[in-house]
Structures are given as structure tokens and as C-alpha cells.
């Protein structure tokens, strides 16, 4: 499978947005016999559509997708992947954060599994990031079950298919989004493969707004809903399993 999506959220990146979509073109591209790389606007205040506009000009690959206002990284990640046209889709964060050298890492995984996750190691973030990190991850694991070490990794590669049978049924639209996306995955039977990434580095440029107080509040909210909500689906659905086709059988 040589046709790739790449989507990435972007609020207030304007200071990376460019050297991250030439960087996505200059390292992914060659990869690639088919490329698409989707930029998701998510309301910024800065210039990050007016550039991603001049960029698409030059290269036809990229396209701009905006929210008019800011709705949450969750939604503005689930925009990136459901907009995504190509038979594989990657995601990641459009901070620079990440080393795209490490997704042919990835594609390496993606023909014995649908949906291929990263875990950051080292995850080169503050201490209290990375301690909040921790124990978000640990209250999602003892709330639904194992489903990756590092849930809000934002380097995940996945068939097309877990986009379109997830479409429907994802509602997070904050920070728990990695959360119900890895949840409802798992169990619908993807098969899932985790890959350590080791080119993870603290951002450079643009601020984090993952540790604000409205987005944590946001996330314990959405993670109480979705807990009630998959109790109330389990209870519809039990006892026989939904099942989709895992990469073994198909
Ligand atoms: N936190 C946050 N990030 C957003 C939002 N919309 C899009 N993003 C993008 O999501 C990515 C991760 O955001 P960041 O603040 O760096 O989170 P962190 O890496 O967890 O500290 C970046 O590419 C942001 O530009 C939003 O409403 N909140
Ligand atoms: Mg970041």
C-alpha cells in the first residue's frame, strides 16, 4: 500500500506549521508513491491557515482544513483522520515534536496490523507533563482495560478501515479523544502493534495548551461520559461481540 494521509491538528502553530508541512513533504514524501497531508486549522488566533494557504498553492498534496472556531484537539485530530482520503492514514501533531524519520518504523507494522501506535521513549516532555501523562494513562487503563502503554502518543498509523468503522461512533471531542479512539479500536477487534519511537524532542517554538486547566476539566468530564456511555452500549450489545474482519482472516 503505497497511498498515505497524513493529518495533523494545528492551533496557534504558526511559527511551526510551515517547516512542519515541508518537513512532512521532504522525509515522508519519498516514502510514498501517493501522498495527501492534511493540516487542520482548529480556530487559531495566529497565521496558521494564512500560511498553510500559501503552502498549498505550491504544493498540491497539501490541504487545509479549517474549524471556524477552536473545538478541541480531540475533534481537531478526528476532523484530520475522517477527511483523509488515502488508503493509509497517519497522524501526528503539527509541533514538530516528533521526528518524522520514525514513520518508516511504522509502515514497517501496518501490513500484520490495522492500527500501529507509538510510545515515546524517551517522551522528552516537563517532569509534570510527563507525571500527568503517567497517571492519565494509568486511570484510563484501570477504567477500560489495557490498550497501549502511551495512549496520547501522537504518532498512530492505521488502515483506512479503523477510520471508517470508529466514523460514527467517536464523541470525545478533547483531550480523551486517544483515549475513546484506542478504546473503541481495541474493541473492535483491530488488531493493534505498538512501536517505541525515540525521536521525540521538547517543542521549540508555539506554546502547549495541553495542560490547561479547561482542557484537563474537559478531558475528566469527557472520560466519565464515555465510561457511562460504553457501559450502556455493553449492556445493548452483550452478550454476543461485534465483530469486523481483524488483518489475519481477511
Ligand atoms: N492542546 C490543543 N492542541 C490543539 C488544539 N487544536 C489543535 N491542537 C494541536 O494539537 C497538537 C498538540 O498540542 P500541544 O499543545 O502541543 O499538546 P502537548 O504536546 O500534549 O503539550 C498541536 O499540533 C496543536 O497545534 C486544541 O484545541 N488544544
Ligand atoms: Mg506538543
Known sequence: MTSLTVAMPAYNESENIQAMIEDTLRLVGPLMADLEVIVVDD???DDTAAV?????AVHPQVRLVQHEVNKGYGTAVWTGLTSATKELIFFTDA??????????KMLAQVNTADLVVGY????????????????????????????????????KLMRRQVVDHLRSEVQSGG??????FLV????????????????????????????????????????VRFRM??????????????GVSRIGNR
Open 43 to 45: 480556530g487559531s488566533r
Open 52 to 56: 498553510v494557504n500559501r503552502l498549498t
Open 95 to 104: 509541533d514538530r515534536q516528533f521526528d518524522l524519520h520514525e514513520i518508516s
Open 120 to 155: 515515546r521513549k524517551p517522551r522528552r516532555d516537563p517532569l509534570m507533563r510527563r507525571l500527568n501523562g503517567k497517571g492519565w494513562s494509568g486511570l484510563v487503563t484501570l477504567l477500560f482495560g489495557y490498550t497501549a502503554r502511551d495512549i496520547d502518543c501522537a504518532f
Open 175 to 180: 483531550a480523551t479523544f486517544s483515549a475513546e
Open 184 to 223: 473503541r479500536a481495541k474493541r473492535a477487534g483491530f488488531c493493534m502493534a505498538e512501536v517505541p519511537i525515540h525521536g521525540h524532542r521538547p517543542r521549540m517554538a508555539g506554546s502547549p495548551t495541553g495542560a490547561k486547566p479547561a482542557v484537563i476539566l474537559r478531558a475528566f468530564k469527557e472520560l
Open 229 to 242: 456511555q460504553l457501559w450502556r452500549e455493553e449492556r445493548v450489545v452483550a452478550p454476543q461481540k461485534v
